[in-house]
């Protein structure tokens, strides 16, 4: 049984590390998807659903199985309850939900802009004009959404920096923290991971 007043709370440089480390293990996939979205107008559309898939898997089934990212594994955080007890699906699926969700959102506002220029204007285009020009043909209500976004983001940063257990927004929604994981190891499961010595 986890004892909360035992729990060491993980710090903002400690969680920014396993961010960098997250985003660093994602550069393949993060170069592919510039690359793919910067050559062919309707990239970000087929490629919707399976991102979908895969932030779902990273941010939900990892937590939950798993208790972080693997960044926050690397660095030796853990993703539990405020009791200190493991987080369940529900927990893991409302840490993700708002930048799931604003996520989303902007990622349809640029398929529904791409969809009103044609092959040959985003083939003519560089990377900077595309950009430029999709933010144009982009329907009214994503400035809302992306301002939404930078307020989330920096409410994220502020509640983080503001309160004794280091949690974000995302974490006062779910009910967790992010904890060191030494801070987690009891008596009991201490004594239930020590190896047994084979008799001589």
Not at 98 to 117: E, H, K, R
Not at 191 to 197: N, S
């Amino acid at each position: 049984m986890i004892n909360p007043e035992q729990l060491r709370y993980a710090g903002f440089w400690a969680r920014l590390a396993s961010m960098l480390l997250d985003g660093l293990i994602f550069t393949p996939i993060t170069g592919l998807d510039w690359f793919g979205s910067s050559h062919f107008r309707l990239f970000d559309l087929y490629v919707l659903v399976p991102l979908l898939i895969l932030q779902l898997f990273w941010s939900v089934w990892l937590v939950r199985r798993f208790g972080g990212t693997p960044g926050k594994l690397i660095m030796g955080l853990r993703i539990r309850k405020v009791n200190g007890e493991p987080v369940g699906y529900r927990e893991a699926l409302l840490r993700c939900s708002v930048d799931l969700v604003l996520g989303m959102l902007t990622s349809i506002a640029g398929i529904m802009a791409a969809t009103q220029m044609t092959d040959h204007e985003f083939g003519t285009l560089g990377f900077a004009a595309q950009q430029d020009r999709l933010a144009v043909l982009q329907p009214g209500w994503s400035k809302p959404v992306m301002l939404a976004f930078q307020i989330w983001t920096w409410g994220e940063l502020i509640v983080l920096l503001t309160n004794r257990k280091r949690r974000a927004l995302h974490d006062f929604l779910a009910g967790t923290v992010v904890v060191h994981a030494d801070s987690l190891i009891t008596p009991e499961n201490q004594v239930a991971e020590t190896p047994v010595a084979n008799p001589s």
